[in-house]
T-cell receptor, first 113, second 111 residues
Framework: DSGVTQTPKHLITATGQRVTLRCSPRSGDLSVYWYQQSLDQGLQFLIQ???????AKGNILERFSAQQFPDLHSELNLSSLELGDSALYFC????????????FGPGTRLTVT | GEDVEQSLFLSVREGDSSVINCTYT??????LYWYKQEPGAGLQLLTY?????DMKQDQRLTVLLNKKDKHLSLRIADTQTGDSAIYFC???????????FGPGTRLSVLP
């Protein structure tokens, strides 16, 4: 158990809808990272937040957004969902903004029908 | 841009050594990582190596880094059935802002 929690575990929704994925980092960690894992794209870095501020941006679509709250939990919002958004979404956390170790949560499996 | 390559599949017999290989393109990578993903689970950090090191050993795991060839390998000694998983190689850029993962190598351990 990495100490990173993600909810929900599974999510099934229809195209065009909007969903919110939630992540709680390990106790004491200030950075949260979001990743998308799909069969065709592999594991892709989406975005990083550090202590409430956006720190780095990867291959995140404009339809997706994220935020980190004062209690350090983070939410990833996915809107106007398409079939191709079906994937595993992982959250990871680390102590600092440039920490070399990241700890991953169990993931949220999103299925768009 | 940055790219990390791995072979997709590896099969070994229980008790043999496994060697999983990875190549990367970003010569400014500061840290290189190995993660393990078991079915239905998240990624578990196995080990990492700084770019100024050649080798790191941790129990049954040995990481070798050839910086000149941008080649990283993970050796698992005395491979067990519990080692069956997907192993991801990853690099972190010099600015510490991005992790780039390889496609993963699916290791199958045969009895």
């Amino acid at each position: 158990d990495s100490g990173v929690t993600q909810t929900p575990k599974h999510l099934i929704t229809a195209t065009g809808q909007r969903v919110t994925l939630r992540c709680s980092p390990r106790s004491g960690d200030l950075s949260v990272y979001w990743y998308q894992q799909s069969l065709d794209q592999g594991l892709q870095f989406l975005i990083q937040y550090y202590n409430g501020e956006e720190r780095a941006k990867g291959n995140i679509l404009e339809r997706f957004s994220a935020q980190q709250f004062p209690d350090l939990h983070s939410e990833l919002n996915l809107s106007s969902l398409e079939l191709g958004d079906s994937a595993l979404y992982f959250c990871a956390s680390s102590l600092g903004q440039d920490s070399y170790e990241q700890y991953f949560g169990p993931g949220t499996r999103l299925t768009v029908t | 841009g940055e790219d990390v390559e791995q072979s997709l599949f590896l099969s070994v017999r229980e008790g043999d050594s496994s060697v999983i290989n990875c190549t990367y393109t970003d010569s400014s990578s500061t840290y290189l990582y190995w993660y393990k993903q078991e079915p239905g689970a998240g990624l578990q950090l196995l080990t990492y190596i700084f770019s100024n090191m050649d080798m790191k050993q941790d129990q049954r795991l040995t990481v070798l880094l050839n910086k000149k060839d941008k080649h990283l390998s993970l050796r698992i000694a005395d491979t067990q059935t519990g080692d069956s998983a997907i192993y991801f190689c990853a690099e972190r850029d010099n600015y510490g802002q991005n992790f780039v993962f390889g496609p993963g190598t699916r290791l199958s351990v045969l009895p």
